[in-house]
């Protein structure tokens, strides 16, 4: 079981460049959600997604996008980066709303 | 808006010792969740705190929550090395019924020496 899978693992842009980071589930969780960890800022919430088809905006949205075309994926992108976007992104899901996220490896992006 | 505040942000203890980490968070909530995060590595979660006055308890570990104080706490008890890691608070708000993400403190960075 492999839980939440983030893809990829590591990713180093340059200022103006896009790219999409992928989060994939396999527990049929209805709840998605990306979060960025910055140091000393805890994780704040970019985007999430109640169900298949949804999305809506979490506490820092700004230069971020998402789609959630399929009820198992969650994507985030960057349509053109920024250094301030510099951080790890972590996708979490939860079943229900009284149960815990559960949270993916995390992705290290550095934007040059 | 919800804020969740930590206190200590850091902290230095012996093996042996025991000590309490608290979080304190500004509306209301009756969910409240306490993760565990190596450095470079995920969080994994530790508690699920889901009304007032719940208690849970994991080997030295120890977290309550009390909804109308708005105060949750993590206690450490006789720490080991092993439990050095940051430690997370995180808040469901009332408001959002939970669909919209949780709130994180800054966590409690502890470092556990011999």
């Known amino acids: 079981n492999a839980g939440v899978t983030q893809t990829p693992k590591f990713r180093v842009l340059k200022t103006g460049q896009s790219m999409t980071l992928l989060c994939a589930q396999d527990m049929n969780h209805e709840y998605m959600y990306w979060y960025r960890q910055d140091p000393g800022m805890g994780l704040r919430l970019i985007h999430y997604?109640?169900?298949?088809?949804?999305?809506a905006k979490g506490e820092v949205p700004d230069g971020y996008n998402v789609s959630r075309l399929k009820k198992q994926n969650f994507l985030l992108g960057l349509e053109s980066a920024a250094p301030s976007q510099t951080s790890v992104y972590f996708c979490?899901?939860?079943?229900?709303?009284?149960?815990?996220?559960?949270f993916g490896d995390g992705t290290r992006l550095s934007i040059l | 808006e919800l804020k969740v505040e930590q206190n200590p942000l850091f902290l230095s203890m012996q093996e042996g010792k025991n000590y309490t980490i608290y979080c304190n968070y500004s509306t209301t909530s009756d969910r409240l969740y306490w993760y565990r995060q190596d450095p470079g590595k995920s969080l994994e979660s530790l508690f699920v705190?889901?009304?007032?006055?719940a208690v849970k308890q994991e080997g030295r570990l120890m977290a309550s929550l009390d909804t109308k104080a708005r105060l949750s706490t993590l206690h450490i008890t006789a720490a080991v090395h092993d439990l050095s890691a940051t430690y997370f608070c995180?808040?469901?708000?009332?408001?959002?019924?939970?669909?919209?993400?949780?709130?994180f403190g800054k966590g409690t960075h502890l470092i556990i020496q011999p």
């Open positions: 705190l889901l009304s007032n006055g």
């Open positions: 979490a899901s939860r079943r229900t709303l009284i149960g815990p996220q559960h």
């Open positions: 995180a808040v469901d708000p009332d408001s959002g019924g939970g669909a919209d993400g949780l709130t």
């Open positions: 997604s109640v169900g298949e088809g949804t999305t």
